[in-house]
């Protein structure tokens, strides 16, 4: 960030008076322009036992699988974040169940909700932004290709609660990848 | 917003190529500005059965009684925000347990989240944000002095789950308050 989105003028990094942390600032007319974390938002939709994931046609991770997820819009809810995200990458309807888990990623500024779900009618495709989408059983799931790290510890979870035949709620903090 | 942030070229609203929504593109460097939901994280703190408000000595709702909460930092995790939170406006630390509640507020593009807790050593005191901080049984709760609509429906939870013996986590959607 360098310059003002209000007036255009340009921006310092200072703590501004009564705040704790520094912050970008504008020289001009003030305005104190705010950096938060972004929800990204998804669904584990489930026909017939099997779970719908998504090959990523875009980076990052192009070519490796995940779950229906992406960025939460200003003015929708978490549970619509989740609807809209499943039909654009995988083109499919689906009834949305509860919240399962929350991943917060600090060091990318994310935190990652995924919500149950089950496919409507069993019909979904490829999205403009997936290369594939398909049904997997849990001994099909390509633990090896997963994209992200979230999803990686939201499925095992699904996967042990689906056993166990309760499922619960999940919280998990992940550390930026080890860096060899 | 009118200016990029990057170049300071203006910026216009259109919808960019291979998107679905218009959003704030700069005419000069061609970045793609998106707005996201802000989380505001902040936790039911409880010490001897009684829980921790703040009143507020701030816009919105200045005067009114709320949970300690504000927005989520950047390299945070929720859990840290609820944490810093109650620190900040009621100098009270605290031992982090549960997620509890997520309310979506749509139409302020927030989304809130209350964790519970417990207040280590029963101190506190009002920190700059806040006028007054103090300990209420759930027959002494302000309600028609509560600041947010979230906070009044996350105590309610809260509190019915105590009575019930057990805790459960809870999502609710906001709409706009009634015009009248």
């Known amino acids: 960030m360098n310059y003002c989105n209000q007036c255009g003028g340009t921006l310092e990094v200072r703590v501004p008076e009564g705040d704790s942390l520094p912050r970008h600032v504008c020289e001009r007319c003030g305005a104190i322009h705010y950096l938060n ?30 779950l229906p997820a992406g960025f939460m819009e200003n003015g929708e ?10 039909l654009e990458e995988a083109c499919a309807r689906i009834e949305i169940g509860e919240l399962f ?13 995924f919500y149950r779900g089950r496919l409507i009618g069993g019909s979904f495709a490829p999205g403009i932004e997936s290369l594939e989408t398909a049904l997997f059983d849990e001994n099909e799931i390509p633990w090896d290709e997963l994209a992200f790290r979230s999803v990686t510890l939201c ?13 619960v709620f999940h919280e998990d903090d992940l550390l930026p990848p080890a860096a060899y």
């Open 37 to 66: 974390p972004k929800l990204v938002v998804g669904c584990i939709a489930e026909w017939e036992g099997r779970i719908l994931l998504c090959r990523r046609a875009i980076e990052p991770r192009h070519g490796l699988w995940t």
């Open 77 to 86: 809810t978490t549970a619509q974040a989740a609807v809209r995200e499943t």
């Open 101 to 113: 888990s929350l991943v917060n990623v600090p060091h990318i500024n994310q935190v990652h909700l």
């Open 155 to 167: 499925l095992k979870a699904y996967f042990a609660d689906r056993r166990r035949g309760r499922f």
